[in-house]
C-alpha cells in the first residue's frame, strides 16, 4: 500500500431518498444492506481497506450522526473522524478534508467516495480506483469514475466524454467535455444511445494539491473560509473554526462549484458493477430474491394473493403483511410509519413532497 | 320494570369476521365502539338495562373472555355470569342460560341478543323487545325479532313470514313459514323483492318453559347433558358439570336445531334501525365521518392523495399513514398484522380463508 493515497468517505447525506426506511436520523448509508448485518457505511470502509492504509482512510459526516460512525466503526481513529456541523453539500465537505490532509500530507492523493453505492466486483474496483489515481497523481487531473450505461437512468447524472463515440476506451482515462446532472427521460435515452456519455458515479480520484487549486480557482468564497485552518487544526479552537466556517458556508457540490468549470476534469471508464440506490424503484430493480410474480419482499411473515411487482418492506419481522391485489405499489411499514403508493419513482416523490410539511416533521 | 323478564347476551362469539382488528383474543363484542369509549358489549348491556332488572341481566362468554367481561361490566353480578368452557354456538348456550334461569325462576321470560350488534334507535327498541317478549309470554311462542330488508343482503339470514306480502305488518307478530340463512345474492334480491321476507337479527323472545319444552323435542342431544343441572348448580361440581356436558355436546344453532323445525316460530316485526357488522364492508357503509373521497379514516396522522371510498384503520394513533392511489381497498393496520386488501366482501373473505392455516395461528 502507498502511504500517500487517502481515502475520503463522504457520510453526512441526509437519506432522505429511501424515507421512510431511511430517515434523517437513519440515513442510508448507516443502514443495514438487506440481511447481512452490515451498513453500507461498512461495507464502503471494508472496500477501500483492501488497498488503502487503515489510518488513511477519514470520514467526514454530519456532527449527529458521529456516534452512528463510532459504532459501526469502532477502529476509526479520532483524527480520521472529520464533524460538519450541518450538511453543505459536497464542495464543502472536499475542502474540509483536503486542508485538513494538505497539513498531514502535501502529497497526499485521494479518492473521495460517497458511502452508500452498491458495488458489485471488489477486485476490479481496486484496480480501477488505483488506476485512476495513479492517474490523477502523475497528469494532475481531477478524475472522474464513470461507468457505461446499461439503461436511460434519470436518477443518475452523465459526463459526456472528449473524442465522439470512439472516445472512450475501458481503463483509459478520458477528457471531459461535459457534465449533465439527472436528465429528463428523453435526454437520457439520447445519451445512452450516443455512447458518448457514462454514468457519473460520483467518486473522484485527484491529489489534495490539484483540487485545493481549482477550488481555489473556482469556489473561492469556500476556500477562503479555510484560511488559517492549519493552525486551527488540533487545538481548541478546532470546532469554533468549523462551525464559523460552515455558518458563512454555501450549499453547493463538487460538481456544480468546480467539475462543470475546470480544464482538468477528466473521467476514469470503470467496469466494476456500480449502483446508487437512490430511489425506491432502483432498490427493487436490483433486488436479488423476487418472487414468481416480481415481488421484492422483505418482511417476516407474508400472506400474498395476485399481487405483482411490487416492493414489500417490513421492518417488524414479526408481524404478518397480507396483502391482495396490488401491482406495481412500494408498501413499506416501520414503526410509526406506514406508505402505500405506486412505485412508480415520479408518483413517489410527488407524494413524498407532501411530507416537507411543517406537521409531518416528526416523521422525517 | 317486571321481575319476571330477564336478559340473556351472547357474549361468547369468536370475533373472526373484522380480523384481523377483531381477534381470537379480543373478539368484536369486547372492542371499543369507534371513539366512544364504549364497547359493543358495554352498549348492549346498558341498552337492555333500561327496561330489564339489572339482576336479572345475565352473560354468558366462553370462560376465556372471563376477566374481558368483567372488566367491561364491574357491575355484573358473580351468579349472573355464565361460562362455556368453549364455543359450541348458539343452541348449547342457550340450554345453559335456560335450566339455570329455571331453577331461578320458572316463570322467567327471556330475551336473548347478540352482544355486538348495533342499534339505532334505543327507544323504539324497548317498545319492540318488551311487546316480542310479552306476545311470547302470553301465546308461548318462540318469538324472533325481524327487521325489513333495505337491500339484498348476503350476510343476513332471512326469515319468510305466513300470509304472503301482506302478512307482515309493523310491531303485529306474525306466524313463521321458512328461515334461510345466508342466501347467495341473487336469492337475496328476489328475497327483498317479494316482501314476504324479513332479515333475522337472533334477538328471541320466548318463556324459559317454552323453549325447554322445544328444545327437548328437537335436540334432546343437548338438553339430555344438562340433566341434574339443577342440582350441580351452585355447588362445588358445578364447573365439573359444565365441562363435561360440553365436552359432549355437538356444535348447534339454534335456529338450526329449533327453530326450523318448530311450529312455534313466530316473528316480531321491529323497526328500531339495526345492524349486524360482520364484516368490513358493512363497517364502511355505517361508517359516519367519511371525506369527499369517500374514504373511512380511523386512524391518527394520515397522508392520502388520489385515494377513494377505502377503508382506513390504525390502531396506533401515533403512526403516519401515507396512502396514494389506492381505490376500494381496506387498510388494516394492527400491532402484529397488516391487511391490504379489496374491499369488495368476497374477495376479503377468500383471501382471509389463507388465515386458516396453521403458520398464521398466532396472527388469529
Given at each position: 500500500m502507498d502511504k500517500n493515497q487517502y481515502c475520503i468517505i463522504m457520510?453526512?447525506?441526509?437519506?432522505?431518498?429511501?424515507w421512510p426506511i431511511s430517515r434523517t436520523g437513519m440515513p442510508k448509508q448507516f443502514l443495514e444492506i438487506a440481511g447481512t448485518g452490515k451498513s453500507f457505511l461498512r461495507y464502503t470502509y471494508d472496500r477501500y481497506a483492501r488497498f488503502i492504509p487503515k489510518d488513511n482512510i477519514i470520514i467526514v459526516t454530519t456532527a449527529k450522526y458521529r456516534d452512528l460512525v463510532i459504532a459501526q466503526l469502532p477502529e476509526l481513529k479520532e483524527e480520521n473522524l472529520l464533524l460538519e456541523p450541518y450538511g453543505r453539500n459536497t464542495a464543502p465537505c472536499i475542502a474540509y478534508a483536503t486542508y485538513t490532509l494538505l497539513k498531514r500530507d502535501p502529497d497526499a492523493v485521494m479518492v473521495v467516495s460517497p458511502a452508500d453505492h452498491l458495488i458489485f466486483d471488489e477486485a476490479i474496483f481496486e484496480a480501477n480506483v488505483l488506476n485512476a489515481m495513479e492517474y490523477a497523481r502523475k497528469e494532475k487531473v481531477l478524475m472522474t469514475i464513470g461507468l457505461t450505461p446499461t439503461r436511460p437512468d434519470t436518477n443518475y447524472g452523465y459526463i459526456q466524454v472528449t473524442?465522439?463515440?470512439?472516445?472512450c476506451h475501458a481503463d483509459t482515462a478520458v477528457k471531459v467535455k461535459t457534465f449533465t446532472e439527472k436528465p429528463d427521460s428523453e435526454l437520457a435515452k439520447v445519451f445512452v444511445e450516443s455512447g458518448e456519455f457514462l454514468w457519473n458515479s460520483g467518486i473522484f480520484a485527484w491529489t489534495a494539491r490539484t483540487i485545493m487549486e481549482e477550488m481555489e480557482k473556482y469556489i473561492p468564497e469556500v476556500t477562503k473560509l479555510f484560511t488559517g485552518w492549519e493552525k486551527a487544526l488540533g487545538s481548541k479552537a478546532e470546532t469554533d473554526f468549523i462551525n464559523r466556517a460552515y455558518t458563512d458556508c454555501i450549499n453547493i457540490s463538487i460538481d456544480y462549484g468546480v467539475m462543470e468549470k475546470t480544464d482538468r476534469a477528466w473521467l476514469y471508464p470503470a467496469s466494476f458493477g456500480w449502483a446508487d440506490i437512490g430511489s425506491w424503484e432502483s432498490l427493487l430493480e436490483f433486488y436479488p430474491d423476487k418472487d414468481t410474480f416480481g415481488n421484492a419482499v422483505i418482511a417476516g411473515k407474508t400472506l400474498m394473493d395476485g399481487d405483482y411487482r411490487n416492493m414489500v418492506i417490513s421492518m417488524d419481522k414479526g408481524k404478518l403483511i397480507a396483502i391482495k391485489g396490488l401491482k406495481d405499489y412500494l408498501v413499506i411499514d416501520t414503526e410509526d410509519v406506514l406508505v402505500i403508493c405506486p412505485k412508480n419513482d415520479k408518483q413517489f416523490k410527488d407524494f413524498m413532497a407532501?411530507?416537507?410539511?411543517?406537521?409531518y416533521e416528526k416523521y422525517r
Open positions: 457520510a453526512g447525506g441526509p437519506g432522505t431518498r429511501l473524442g465522439g463515440k470512439n472516445g407532501g411530507i416537507a410539511m411543517p406537521e
